[in-house]
């Protein structure tokens, strides 16, 4: 049992880690540099990023890694993890809540007004989106994150 336990950790680490980056690149510059072109092509380029993301590779380290988190939470309350149980049930709350639930909760919302937006409205649209998207979006970088830094060190207690 440890040594699937070592394996789950080890993947949700990475999982969380590499969402993490990605989220964390959007925030810190790849919104910053939409911003800053007209509304209309901001617009364009975000729905188009928005229907391109949906591919297998980020789907199974963001879907992937929000199942590991139910896993190894639960088993976390139940034993499994030893030492590093707080450490693995803090690390899969912050990534389910912070990054999965917000992604739900804010992002999606977000990206579906932003689909449905007519060209009129596309400049006040864009200005609210830049800023509650980014915003919300940082909440899921920081929370993939430290997700990562607390599932690495419950792997390194062993």
């Keep these: 049992m440890a040594h699937i336990v070592f394996i789950l ?13 990605m989220f964390y690149a959007f925030s810190s ?3 910053a540099a ?6 209309e092509q901001g617009v364009a380029a975000m729905n188009a990023i928005n229907v391109t993301v ?9 879907l992937g890694t929000a199942l590991l988190c139910l896993i190894l939470g639960g088993g976390a309350v139940f034993g499994w993890g030893g030492g590093g149980a707080k450490f693995i049930l803090a690390a899969s709350v912050l990534y389910f809540v912070g990054c999965f639930g917000a992604t739900v909760i ?3 919302p977000l990206n579906d007004q932003l689909a449905a937006v007519t060209p009129a409205d596309q400049t006040a649209v864009w200005v ?7 915003m919300w979006n940082s909440v ?19």
């Design 140 to 158: 899921r970088a920081a929370a993939s994150i430290l997700s990562a830094i607390l599932f690495t060190i419950a792997l390194l207690m062993g």
């Design 106 to 108: 804010f992002n999606v």
């Design 9 to 21: 950790l080890f993947a949700a680490a990475i999982g969380s880690g590499v969402v993490g980056g």
């Design 29 to 31: 510059f790849v919104m």
């Design 54 to 62: 949906i591919t297998p590779s980020f789907m199974v380290f963001f």
């Design 128 to 134: 609210n989106y830049l800023d509650r998207w980014t």
């Design 34 to 39: 939409l911003g800053r072109i007209a509304p």
